[in-house]
């Protein structure tokens, strides 16, 4: 097969086109980080909080060092530990069920609605037993989980609500943002995230003021002040350059995924009717915020080979469920068990999707599928 030219290969993501097109705003703002000479949760960082609680319309917002982490932090602020369960979804990154883990609970999972590949709301209803403290959802590809069917088990179980939006940044669920929809919500932003730093990045939203005031020690060697150490901790401080990056980039947030939600219809139209290839479902009155594109065909590998051999970089998220994952050793769970999240692993395939993906990108992926349905 012919080598594609490097200018001819489309990426997943294209994190260079943005900052080129952010440069001269994005490089004051970093130089400004650099110069005020408070590096770690200094005042960009505290800028950034604050405009981001306002964006998402919640009391609270805490940066920290990754997603990961504010699992882990949000969980434990609550209350959440040894002993404990806390239910989730096993079509996610993995990094959903490690948080979990870090807190010392145990994740249970329930299977998945096939159409949305968000949690099914019956399955959690299964899962949770008597020591179930908490559920966890996560906002798949960037569209909301049921969070009013889930919210309800919760207040009917007497368990908590909490969200793993990692993947939302933006999103909303009946003109409510995603991070303002459970008792607390962890961010991440992680470069190729909607909302993305230049380094490792999460944060905490809640309304919650105990909740705000146990992170806010947590992720800083549980100390309210210097040297007194009211919580066995760690550090989980975020860098004030990323602070900054952040900054710069909240307030083009929203028309990024408007241009994502373009893409999102354009690639609809041009790959309609293929025979094989299906959507994942989008659930009336939730706006995702198109973190990707994905589509499912039965021939997953092959299609995905014959994409990346024309130099489209697709990807698959996630090809392995969490509860098949090798580190979980003796917790690991049996093929078959969660039939919805099992076939979506094997189907799923993700298309290059990022806001400054240009028609003729676009055009050339829809093309390529096309080409390999034969349609
Ligand atoms: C759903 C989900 N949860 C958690 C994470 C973990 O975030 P991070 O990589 O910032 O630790 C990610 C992304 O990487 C994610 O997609």
Sequence with gaps: ?????????????DLKAQYRALKPEMDRAILEAVEDGRYVLGPAVARF?????????????????????????????????????????????FATTEGILQTGAEAVYADVDPGTLNLDSAAVERAVTPKTKAILAVHLYGQPADMDALGEIAARRGVLLFEDAA???????????????????????????????????????????????????????????????????GNARLESIQGAVLGVKLPHLDAWNAARRRHVEAYRRALAGIPGLSFIAERPGMASNHHLFVVR???RDALLEHLRGQGIQADVHYP?????????????????QFPAAEKAAAEVLSLPLFPELSEAQLTRAAAAVRAFAGA
């Design 1 to 13: 097969m012919k080598a594609v030219a490097a200018q001819d290969v489309i990426p997943l993501v």
């Design 320 to 336: 392995v469920p969490s509860h098949l994952q090798e580190a979980l050793g003796p917790r690991k769970g049996r093929p078959g």
């Design 167 to 233: 993947q939302a940044a933006g999103a909303a669920s009946q003109g409510r943002k995603a991070g303002a929809l459970g008792r607390a919500a962890s961010f991440s932003f992680y470069p190729g995230k909607n909302l993305g730093a230049y380094g490792d990045a999460g944060g905490i939203a809640t309304d919650d003021d105990a909740i705000a005031l146990d992170v806010r020690r947590r992720r800083d060697h549980g100390c309210d002040i210097k040297n007194r150490h009211l919580i066995l901790a």
């Design 297 to 299: 065909h039965a021939r």
């Design 49 to 93: 909080e604050e405009a981001f609680s306002r964006y998402l319309g919640v009391k609270h917002f805490l940066c920290c060092q990754s997603g990961t982490s504010a699992i882990a932090l949000m969980l434990q602020a609550a209350g959440v530990g040894p002993g404990d369960e806390v239910v989730t979804t096993p079509l996610t990154f």
